[in-house]
């Protein structure tokens, strides 16, 4: 199966841009106008290729994603893939955590340059379902509000801290490595032993932490705290 992917992938991949821009416009045709009769084209992508050719027409990713699984993550849900695997985030808002990388390879839906021998070369074409990239978050037992994203890679780690808006203070726990603070949600006043004064924070507010170096968050709105930190699990 692996190497029948790879064979597919590939021959899509190199193939000439005027073949692939015609043959895609005869596959928009043909969705559209089972659109337009009311037929169900789930089962085919159809409303998903429809909206990626109209923002980026012509592209050969548009024909990608019949090689990919497709995955609604709900809220609080997490899923991790590994390198070489190849992704596309389509729409919505999450929070992304990855490690330090320069080599990110494109195979589409960009402008940006497509190193085709390199990216064909260099993919997993191991085949499963997209549940298998799930994994759930542990809740600590320490803290009440604050639940963990832990990968099966030392690399990094996302915690997640939900803190209900009656709580007027709210400890950041000192970890041994920095970290990245990220408000989602809510207004405080941040604290720390090394600041020489205190760090407002607000939606959209980033905080970088050093290691062995705990936070204290008051709350300055009473309304609920949501905030995720980005960190290695030493």
Same mark, same amino acid.
């Given at each position: 199966?692996? &190497?029948?992917?790879?064979?597919?992938?590939?021959? @899509?991949?190199?193939?000439?841009? !005027?073949?692939?821009? +015609?043959?895609?416009?005869?596959?928009?045709?043909?969705?559209?106008?089972?659109? *337009?009769?009311?037929?169900?084209?789930?089962?085919?992508?159809?409303?998903? @290729?429809? !909206?990626?050719?109209?923002?980026?027409?012509?592209?050969?990713?548009? #024909? *990608?994603?019949?090689? @990919?699984? @497709?995955?609604?993550?709900?809220?609080?849900?997490?899923?991790?893939?590994? *390198?070489?695997?190849?992704?596309?985030?389509?729409?919505?808002?999450?929070?992304?955590?990855?490690?330090?990388?320069?080599?990110?390879?494109?195979?589409?839906?960009?402008?940006? #340059?497509?190193?085709?021998?390199?990216?064909? +070369?260099?993919?997993?074409?191991?085949?499963?379902?997209?549940?298998?990239?799930?994994?759930?978050?542990?809740?600590?037992? +320490?803290?009440?509000?604050?639940?963990?994203? *832990?990968?099966?890679?030392?690399? #990094?780690?996302?915690?997640?801290?939900?803190?209900?808006?009656?709580?007027?203070?709210?400890?950041?726990?000192?970890?041994?490595?920095?970290?990245?603070?990220?408000?989602?949600?809510?207004?405080?006043?941040? &604290? /720390?032993?090394?600041? !020489?004064?205190?760090?407002?924070?607000?939606?959209?507010?980033?905080?970088?932490?050093?290691?062995? +170096?705990?936070?204290?968050?008051?709350? /300055?709105?009473?309304?609920?705290?949501?905030? #995720?930190?980005?960190?290695?699990?030493?």
């Amino acid at each position: 199966m692996a &190497s029948a992917l790879k064979s597919s992938f590939s021959h @899509l991949m190199e193939s000439k841009k !005027q073949l692939v821009v +015609e043959q895609l416009n005869l596959l928009v045709k043909r969705i559209s106008q089972q659109v *337009a009769a009311g037929n169900n084209v789930e089962d085919i992508c159809g409303e998903l @290729l429809l !909206q990626l050719h109209q923002q980026y027409p012509g592209d050969i990713g548009c #024909f *990608a994603i019949y090689f @990919l699984n @497709l995955l609604t993550l709900k809220p609080g849900e997490a899923m991790f893939l590994e *390198a070489n695997v190849p992704h596309a985030y389509l729409k919505g808002d999450c929070v992304e955590c990855m490690a330090c990388s320069d080599n990110t390879v494109r195979a589409g839906l960009t402008s940006k #340059f497509i190193d085709v021998p390199t990216l064909c +070369e260099m993919l997993s074409y191991t085949p499963s379902p997209s549940k298998d990239r799930l994994f759930p978050p542990k809740w600590s037992q +320490e803290d009440p509000y604050l639940s963990l994203y *832990a990968p099966p890679v030392p690399d #990094f780690a996302v915690m997640k801290m939900e803190v209900p808006g009656s709580v007027t203070e709210y400890k950041v726990s000192a970890l041994d490595s920095a970290s990245i603070l990220l408000m989602v949600q809510g207004t405080v006043t941040a &604290s /720390t032993p090394t600041a !020489q004064a205190v760090i407002p924070l607000q939606r959209g507010g980033v905080l970088f932490i050093g290691a062995n +170096e705990s936070v204290s968050l008051k709350l /300055t709105v009473p309304e609920d705290l949501l905030i #995720f930190r980005a960190c290695c699990l030493l």
